[in-house]
């Protein structure tokens, strides 16, 4: 029994340092190092599928015109996905890979990705999704925000690329993990053939099949998830004129990815994502970690701690009567005295708001004897 599990060991290892040590590829791109021997220990796993029969009858949105029939899968190993999401593409003549994610991004506004070209093709590093469907699809490369333009930015820095919403289904990567292509060309769903070649390389047939799956560093396992057919997206609901029959949502966000956020759930239960940018013309208002907020006399007081501290809204119509860059200190808090006077707590004190027919000012100086942190009041 000893020598038998030796001799298993080291046939293990020798399968282990040859997938190592060979030339590998990951889409078309020769890699090595702790990057290339992931990609080998990948091509050389065996691949878990999870998948109920799935074919292309299961497919319900479908994207482009043709006589060929090709299907995109894609995969995010993310706890809040559903399973891995599966849309259609049809064509006519020739078409690649490249040519079906890029398609299907521009048609499905919540499908976006960022890649970069050089003389292997064009390589995908991150994919993202608009879980929430709150129309808010952008990159950040750090502080930088990237607008994607019909589902696609041209980006090579994949590594510390980030979804500009957090509620996004996105992941990018490259050395620390990264977007494994998967391929058929007889309808098998999920596929199971690691592709050697990049996707603006992959010339598609009737019934191929291109798969997309996050694969880390750390557990290069493939294990594809039940197959859920895509929705077409649903048109996002008209802003109502008045906000009286429902209740806000005030979200501070993420400091450093997003800036704070207002939502309305209006008494039928329609869900109003961003009402707080939608209301004033797409244009971002709220500063960062929108703590707090309060209705008084009219209005939405908006407080945030950084950026722009107080945003005023007339309460019903959400259009911004006015706002403040600085009131004395970070924001803490709003307290209405009465119908001409606000008090704002702040990191320094109180200070006054007057409210003069909406042409509201602030005092110079904090209330003597509240000089510090003030919270609530």
Sequence with gaps: ???????LCASTLALTTAAASEQVTLQGVPVSGSLGAAVSRQMYAQIVTNTDNFTFDNITYWVGEGENQAALVLQWNDDREA????????????????????AIAAADGRLYFAASNSAFGYTIGGIGFDLDG???VAIMDGDTRIEVTDGFAENSNFDNLKAADSDDLWVSGWNAGYWSYYVSDDGTMPPTGYSNFGASSRQLANGSVDGWY???MSDPQTTWKTLVAVEQPTSAPTLPEEFTDGFFIQNEDWLGHALGSINWV??????YYNIDNKANGDTEVLGNTSQYGQIYGGHYYALSKQGTRLVIFDAKTMKVVKSFETIGGD?????????GKVYLSTSAGIFILNVDDNDFTLSEAAISGTAGEVGMM
């Design 1 to 7: 029994m000893k020598k038998t599990l030796t001799l």
């Design 83 to 102: 399973g891995a999401l599966v849309w259609g593409y049809r064509f006519n003549s020739t078409a690649t890979g490249y040519d079906m994610i890029k």
């Design 134 to 136: 709150d129309g808010d």
């Design 214 to 216: 996050y694969a880390s």
């Design 266 to 271: 209006a008494a039928d239960g329609t869900v």
């Design 331 to 339: 924001s803490r808090a709003v307290l209405g005295v009465d119908a």
